[in-house]
């Protein structure tokens, strides 16, 4: 079937798929059978447009990158100007939402309000904003599966690297029963700038001017974004209710040069790692900075790069690194997850 999509947001990650949209479309229908196309594009700040025909995503693109708004796309009989998202979720003719709007960890909105209005009218959608994630997790999930639809959101841990659907998928069968990782990469950046003797605050610098960090650097710093993604890891791969308040959680913002280059001399390192472990019944969960021997598999992680490692009982433990986000990289996770809904597949 050819999908229709209707994009709400269209900052990088919006964009991000969409360019691989545009580059990729015929090889991925001929090559995965995917076939689809964007008829409705609506973010807070560069306007909206919805064509039940489909839009031309090359020409929305240019325009959205010479003038930074879509009042610029070429007027067509059939082309709607300026509805807002909830109008856009229920009324489109899309059948599925790609929500890719900001994200806001304390609310989780208005990407909650985004899913419940996508799943009532019966659509899919797919995501990479953790929000609702970490925070709705139990009840947007009752919700699409009462509307039979698809829920996916690959890229809110380690944007296009599967830890959702690798463990969901490949290591199934498996007991998990711990999970630990570097989850964040503007920590892992600026733990290893450090180790090579710049300073916290030069090294947090450089994560911001490369585009690593969140709006509000504090959420990587204090550890927060890992104990989202930590939270959705309990949920979806151990299947624990686990909330954002039962999780302790200490930042990197403390450590000095001196603790860095005294744990180097020892042959150790610091990393900020996520954890939870199966307990009884129970799983527990942390975010903190831990000191690794060199050797340890997560010491060696350098850089933006995230890995995570499960711990499984017949498999033994696997270990899983790549980038952790990313516009091309989250773009592809939103990729992999219209590809998985085309497949039926999780
Ligand atoms: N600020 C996040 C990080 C981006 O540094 O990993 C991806 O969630």
């Given at each position: 079937?050819?999908?229709?999509l ?8 919006g964009?991000?798929?969409?360019e ?10 001929k ?5 689809s196309?964007?008829?409705?594009i ?7 447009i ?35 998202s ?29 899913c ?17 994630v970490?925070?709705a ?10 509307n ?32 630990c990782?570097?989850l ?5 950046y ?5 180790e ?5 605050e ?14 509000d650097p ?25 909330t ?10 403390h ?20 954890r ?55 773009g592809f ?14």
């Open positions: 079937m050819s999908h229709k209707a994009l709400i947001g269209f900052g990088g990650v964009q991000g798929l969409a691989i949209l545009c580059e990729r479309g015929e090889k991925l229908y090559e995965v059978g995917f076939d196309k964007v008829v409705a609506t973010d807070m700040m560069k306007g909206a919805y064509d039940p025909k489909g839009i031309d995503l090359e020409k929305a693109l240019q325009v959205v990158k010479e003038t930074g708004s879509l009042d610029g796309y070429p007027e067509s009989p059939g082309l709607i100007r300026n509805w807002d909830l109008k856009t979720i229920s009324e489109s003719n899309a059948d599925t939402i790609v929500e890719v709007t900001f994200t806001d960890v304390k609310t989780g909105q208005p990407a909650i309000d985004h419940k209005a996508a799943f009532e009218s019966g659509k899919n959608v797919v995501m990479s904003n953790k929000g609702p970490a925070l997790f139990h009840e947007l999930s009752e919700l699409a599966k009462k039979n639809v698809r829920w996916e959101f690959e890229g809110t841990v380690m944007s296009g690297t599967p830890a959702l659907r690798m463990p969901i998928t490949t290591l199934a069968g498996n007991e998990i029963t711990e999970i990782g570097i964040n990469g503007t920590t892992n600026i733990l290893t700038k450090m090579d003797g710049l300073s916290y030069a090294a947090l610098k450089e994560a911001q001017e490369l585009g690593y960090a969140e709006a504090t959420s990587d710093v204090e550890g927060y974004d890992a104990r989202y993604k930590i939270v959705i890891l309990s949920n979806t791969i151990m299947k624990a209710p686990l954002v308040e039962q999780v302790k959680c200490e930042g990197i913002s450590l000095t040069l001196d603790d860095i280059k005294r744990a180097k001399s020892e042959g150790m390192r610091w990393k900020l790692l996520a939870a472990k199966k307990v009884g019944e129970e799983v527990i969960a942390s975010v903190g900075p831990e000191c690794l021997q060199e050797t340890d598999s997560l010491a060696s992680i350098q850089g933006a790069t995230n890995a995570i490692t499960f711990d499984c009982d017949l498999s033994g433990p696997i270990t899983l690194s790549g980038a952790g986000a990313g516009r091309i990289e989250t996770s939103l990729l992999i997850d219209l590809i998985n809904i085309e497949r039926k597949q999780l």
